[in-house]
């Protein structure tokens, strides 16, 4: 293959991806068959089975079981806030975002002390084994699953204070910022990474996706003073949600 060219199956997946995005093929519209992709592009069925392949992988068709491939809906994405701090007694940048008077967001979350695997040790600069908090998060638009987070906390800094338990006491869901000043922690600098992956099964099965959709996967850790207090891992479906940064220049 020379420079420039295209093998024929991401040339038969291009043509029917622009029908799909400019509406010749709108959602919920059957697929042209295996038979009918190979017969109008002069191609092989291995041709046009792996040009199926390639839209399902991209999210813009999908199977029915008995019936065929449709092409999916797919609406615009909406935005997920990740925000500077705004200072004392603020909240997580989801809860802010549901402050508006057109919010329809919910959370549901589940605490339980663990020990450190190699990797979250690793990430909270502590030993393998040693114990941690770690809360579960599953957030909603409109009843609808959004966002799932998994935070941990190193149980040497939290253990036995008021803020032990992240959405509990008297400072329960009101940000790591915050519930680690009330211990005289001061936390001074955050870092995240952002990627996409295939979701796992089981993110996908709380997000409500299909097999081999991709998400959004952030890695956050918290600092003070340079000793990571929290870490966490945060999985948004990167077909619905996009990340929206807005940071103050210091």
Request: net charge neutral; with cysteine; proline share 7%.
């Amino acid at each position: 293959m020379t420079f420039g060219e295209q093998p024929a199956y991401l040339r038969v997946a291009g043509d029917l991806r622009k029908k799909i995005t400019d509406g010749s093929l709108p959602p919920h519209t059957r697929l042209p068959s295996q038979a009918r992709i190979r017969e109008e592009y002069g191609v092989s069925d291995t041709v046009a089975l792996e040009a199926r392949k390639v839209l399902m992988a991209e999210g813009l068709v999908e199977g029915r079981s008995g019936s065929g491939t449709y092409v999916r809906e797919r609406p615009d994405p909406r935005r997920v806030a990740r925000t500077g701090f705004r200072g004392p007694g603020t909240s997580t940048p989801f809860r802010q975002e549901q402050a508006a008077e057109n919010a329809r967001g919910t959370w549901e979350s589940r605490s339980e002390q663990t020990d450190a695997t190699d990797a979250i040790a690793e990430r909270l600069a502590i030993r393998p084994g040693d114990r941690v908090m770690c809360t579960r998060y599953v957030f909603r638009d409109a009843g609808e699953a959004m966002m799932i987070s998994t935070s941990w906390e190193p149980l040497a800094v939290t253990g036995r204070t008021p803020v032990m338990l992240p959405e509990e006491g008297p400072l329960g869901g009101c940000g790591v910022v915050d519930r680690m000043a009330a211990i005289d922690v001061i936390v001074d600098n955050v870092a995240e990474e952002v990627g996409a992956r295939p979701g796992l099964a089981e993110e996908l099965l709380a997000l409500g996706g299909v097999p081999g959709h991709v998400v959004l996967a952030l890695q956050r850790t918290y600092y003070a003073s340079g000793r990571p207090v929290e870490t966490a891992d945060i999985v948004v479906p990167a077909d619905r949600y996009r990340i929206a940064y807005h940071l103050p220049v210091r």
